[in-house]
């Protein structure tokens, strides 16, 4: 049994420095930290995230035994935004279950703030010039490039994700083979992205890709149109995904609409279906503000800045060690 840290020190002293320039990042600003419940009596109901869940041994007057550890604070997070707080952040420790490997853990710290009258392409600004400070911690340079998605898919592979068929699509990935069996639309974009687009990414450079197709919307509003699209972005520095931002959904009707639909996919594919967030709900029809919100993988980001591809190297200990 290895019993010694799987980081380096100089990789555990980077991510105290880190968290450092994270919150004087914020106070300068005037984005207040919070901390927000680790369990929670609702888990997420994403069909892509499996959430860990736990049992409470304490009197039953408690509420419900069974709790879900979180897979990110966002949900508690809106929920402040609707009582009225204002713009705040939180830096902790989240959960995700199945997935450990070289660039995951099920534990890992993710940093997620907001921003009341902001929409995703001025929150895509400031998510560049934290990553931007955070990069000179290790003498680093990045450029910003914004893209659309579309014109991302139609620059380089010379498809149309928002209306090519998927035949279209499955040919585009050339020499790549998978297993086709199951897979949706959905499903073969991202195969491009991961296989095709990703790798070829600049790796001095955040690339903002953003106005996501409207099936992908998640938690993000939907701008109708011709071609109606998802206020969401992501940002890349080289092919490694940062973090992930939206033009927050302030409908309740319609966000009750979107749990609902991941639980009959989780039941389609006899997966556990966690309970639904109900204080979410009643926050978002109690009245919840417009603006902007994003999640960023510190561990993801400090791989970057070490230029490691294992996870691990930035972990004091990592899922085999813990």
């Not at 914004?146 to 990935?173: C, F, H, K, Q, T």
């Not at 959905?186 to 106005?211: E, I, K, S, V």
């Amino acid at each position: 049994m290895n019993w010694q840290p799987s980081a380096s020190f100089e990789a555990i002293r980077l991510r105290a420095r880190l968290n450092a320039t994270v919150r004087a990042f914020f106070a300068a600003r005037g984005v207040l930290e919070v901390e927000t419940p680790v369990m929670s009596q609702a888990g997420n109901t994403d069909p892509n995230i499996a959430s860990f869940s736990l049992e409470f041994g304490g009197h039953v007057d408690a509420g419900p035994r069974q709790r879900w550890l979180r897979t990110s604070p966002e949900f508690p997070l809106k929920r402040l935004l609707a009582a009225g707080l204002g713009d705040c952040y939180e830096l902790g420790r989240v959960f995700r279950d199945g997935e450990a490997g070289g660039r995951h853990n099920p534990e890992f710290t993710m940093l997620e703030w907001y921003r009341v009258g902001w929409d995703h392409q001025r929150l895509i600004d400031e998510c560049a010039d934290l990553l931007r400070d955070c990069l000179a911690l290790v003498g680093r340079e990045a450029g910003l490039r914004r893209v659309a998605y579309r014109d991302l898919y139609r620059e380089v592979l010379g498809v149309d994700p928002m209306r090519d068929d998927i035949e279209v699509l499955r040919n585009a990935l050339g020499d790549v083979r998978v297993d086709p069996e199951g897979l949706e639309r959905d499903d073969w974009l991202d195969l491009l992205m991961t296989h095709r687009l990703q790798p070829a990414f600049a790796g001095d450079q955040l690339l903002a890709l953003y106005d996501y197709p409207a099936s992908q919307c998640a938690l993000a509003r939907v701008r109708e149109g011709k071609v109606p699209v998802a206020e969401r972005f992501e940002i890349y520095l080289g092919p490694l995904e940062l973090a992930n931002g939206y033009h927050e959904l302030a409908d309740g009707r319609e966000q009750s609409r979107r749990f609902q639909r991941d639980v009959e996919v989780r039941k389609a594919r006899g997966e556990p279906v966690p309970a639904i967030d109900a204080h979410l709900l009643a926050a978002l029809e109690a009245g919840f503000p417009d603006c902007a919100g994003v999640a960023l993988g510190m561990d993801r980001l400090l791989m970057a800045m070490l230029g490691t591809p294992r996870i691990a190297d930035v972990l004091g200990f990592d899922f085999a060690r813990a």
